[in-house]
T-cell receptor, first 116, second 109 residues
């Protein structure tokens, strides 16, 4: 496989469930990101890991919990979500924290989450 | 706060030229990126401008004026496959790429 792969592509969960989204990058990058994409809204940066250390956490509710066990894998653990959390969750990677300041992220195709 | 403004929708004819503008107001600025996203697909990187001026890559060009907090994406010789959403994004820090709401481009025959 090449690029950035995300699983599952679609997820439906109840508000009391616990689930996880998985992201894997095969590009040898050292930074990984979670973005949230909702209709009519900009992509919202949720979490950034650079060299496996979390460097950004843009005031995301604690019901979202990231995990980065190594530079190739990133997880987003979900628990007690709300219907307004329904969105497309995009994972991305880059080299040297945004490609050495080239503004280039490599995105996966996203996990479409629906919270009932 | 931080904001990026771009038109929500643009329609253009196949073979024509279209310009998508982006104005920004951010707390930090390293450069301006552009991304393309087809329905159901991943955003893909198109260009990055850190300095003023025009960058050309094939049919696509991107322009930046830092003094005006303004940039644009220029698409030439439009093709049907160019129908997609286009996002401008400002690199505000080493790891923070702040996105606009996107412009939906529809190319018509």
């Amino acid at each position: 496989e090449t690029g950035v792969t995300q699983t599952p592509r679609h997820l439906v969960m109840g508000m009391t469930n616990k689930k996880s989204l998985k992201c894997e990058q095969h590009l040898g990058h050292n930074a990984m990101y979670w973005y949230k994409q909702s209709a009519k809204k900009p992509l919202e940066l949720m979490f950034v890991y650079s060299l496996e250390e979390r460097v950004e956490n843009n005031s995301v509710p604690s019901r979202f919990s990231p995990e980065c066990p190594n530079s190739s894998h990133l997880f987003l653990h979900l628990h007690t979500l709300q219907p307004e959390d329904s969105a497309l969750y995009l994972c991305a990677s880059s080299q040297d924290g945004l490609g050495g300041n080239t503004g280039e992220l490599f995105f996966g195709e996203g996990s479409r989450l629906t919270v009932l | 706060g931080q904001s990026l403004e771009q038109p929500s929708e643009v329609t253009a004819v196949e073979g024509a030229i279209v310009q998508i503008n982006c104005t920004y107001q951010t707390s930090g600025f390293y450069g301006l990126s552009w991304y393309q996203q087809h329905d159901g697909g991943a955003p893909t990187f198109l260009s990055y401008n850190a300095l003023d001026g025009l960058e050309e890559t094939g049919r696509f060009s991107s322009f930046l004026s830092r003094s005006d907090s303004y940039g644009y994406l220029l698409l030439q010789e439009l093709q049907m496959k160019d129908s997609a959403s286009y996002f401008c994004a400002v690199l505000t820090g080493a790891n923070n790429l702040f996105f606009g709401t996107g412009t939906r481009l529809t190319v018509i025959p």
